[in-house]
């Protein structure tokens, strides 16, 4: 996630509930991800702080410019998109194809570690994995727990 949008203290406080992943074609976490998964996250170069739970998912497919506005007017704010942020939001998403909603419950702020995105690409944002161990984790000393 890019630092400057703030979106994981917003998932910590409660204000960000829905993690929105918006793409050209189908990639993850589409058909990967469902109701009961862990999801982690970490600002873009940072080391992963944040995890929550998956209460549910909603996809779309054959996105119009209409549905996307559909979907930015009702799940905007628990994406953690402001109100007069959604106009620039919806330019940059405006040609996409399929849309991922997932709700999010009980964020929880970790002890930081490191993944190895080795094999994924270096601009992967998205992994998903049975195991996050399998990512050869290096922990970070914190006093977050």
């Given at each position: 996630?890019?630092?400057?949008?703030?979106?994981?203290?917003?998932?910590?406080?409660?204000?960000?509930?829905?993690?929105?992943?918006?793409?050209?074609?189908?990639?993850?976490?589409?058909?990967?991800?469902?109701?009961?998964?862990?999801?982690?996250?970490?600002?873009?170069?940072?080391?992963?702080?944040?995890?929550?739970?998956?209460?549910?998912?909603?996809?779309?497919?054959?996105?119009?410019?209409?549905?996307?506005?559909?979907?930015i007017n009702q799940y905007?704010?628990?994406?953690?998109?402001?109100?007069?942020?959604?106009?620039?939001?919806?330019?940059?998403?405006?040609?996409?194809?399929?849309?991922?909603?997932?709700?999010?419950?009980?964020?929880?702020?970790?002890?930081?570690?490191?993944?190895?995105?080795?094999?994924?690409?270096?601009?992967?944002?998205?992994?998903?994995t049975q195991s996050v161990?399998?990512?050869?984790?290096?922990?970070?000393?914190?006093?977050?727990?």
């Open positions: 996630m890019k630092k400057s949008f703030g979106f994981l203290p917003k998932i910590i406080s409660g204000k960000k509930t829905i993690e929105s992943r918006w793409y050209a074609t189908k990639r993850a976490p589409w058909g990967t991800i469902a109701k009961g998964d862990t999801v982690y996250f970490k600002n873009a170069g940072e080391p992963v702080t944040v995890r929550a739970k998956v209460s549910h998912v909603i996809s779309f497919s054959d996105l119009t410019p209409r549905t996307i506005r559909s979907i905007g704010t628990a994406i953690g998109i402001e109100e007069k942020n959604q106009r620039a939001f919806f330019a940059s998403v405006k040609n996409k194809n399929y849309c991922v909603l997932v709700f999010l419950k009980k964020p929880k702020s970790i002890r930081p570690f490191t993944i190895d995105k080795t094999g994924f690409g270096a601009m992967t944002a998205w992994i998903s161990k399998s990512l050869s984790i290096t922990r970070h000393h914190s006093n977050i727990r």
